[in-house]
Every structure is written in C-alpha cells, then in structure tokens.
Nanobody
Framework: QVQLVESGGGSVQPGGSLRLSCVVSGNTASYCMGWFRQAPGKRREGVTT????????HYADSVKGRFTISQDNATNTVYLQMNSLKPEDTAMYYC??????????????????????WGQGTQVTVSS
C-alpha cells in the first residue's frame, strides 16, 4: 500500500553535496521514516531516521553534522541533504518507512526496518 521512490543520486567529488528525494505514496502517518545505505560487500546500515509526522531526527555517527533528513508534508517527500561527502559515503541509498516504537533503533540495528516499505534505491558515488 505504501510506495517510496528515491531520486537525486549521482556522482560527486569529495566535499560536494547531493540532495536525495523520496516521494511517498500511501499512508505513512504512523511510520518512522529513514534512509539506509549499502555498499557492495558491506552490511546495510542505517543512516538517519525521523519520527512519525516529522518527529525527532537521529543520525549515525558517521554522518552526523553532514547529513540532514527532513520532510515536506505539502509534497509528501522525505529528503536527505548530504554535505561534505566522503568516498566512504559511496553506496546505494534507500528510503524506508517502518513501524517501530523507537525509530532510532534502526540506526544501531538496521534489521529493525527489514519489514518496512522500501524504495528502489538511488546510487551515490563519491570519488575524485
């Protein structure tokens, strides 16, 4: 019933910026929203989450201070603003909507979002 479509990925030099967009269809009013990423050969990791209805935001230590998650209810879109990008940020990025009593838990344990709704992913590549 819920559909998520990511866009905005691409290639950027270290120190550059990208803004990912996640257009949300369906009722996610009670869902945590988040961004996850996975690089080849690595485990999927939680990047950031935001509480239902644009609640509290939380970030993985690796991106704190550089990435910002936000919601625009008028356009039903979740954004991930990524600044000061590093090569280690290279990954496929996924938008996810999931039910949880503690949205931030998915940052520490990515499997918390396994049974949520996932987008198709958008590739981010950071290199010189």
């Amino acid at each position: 019933q819920v559909q998520l479509v990511e866009s905005g990925g691409g290639s950027v030099q270290p120190g550059g910026s990208l803004r990912l967009s996640c257009v949300v269809s369906g009722n996610t009013a009670s869902y945590c929203m988040g961004w996850f990423r996975q690089a080849p050969g690595k485990r999927r990791e939680g990047v950031t989450t935001i509480g239902p209805g644009g609640g509290s935001t939380h970030y993985a230590d690796s991106v704190k201070g550089r990435f910002t998650i936000s919601q625009d209810n008028a356009t039903n879109t979740v954004y991930l603003q990524m600044n000061s990008l590093k090569p280690e940020d290279t990954a496929m990025y996924y938008c996810v909507a999931f039910l949880s009593t503690d949205c931030v838990a998915a940052i520490r344990v990515a499997a918390e979002a396994d049974f949520g709704y996932w987008g198709q992913g958008t590739q981010v590549t950071v290199s010189s």
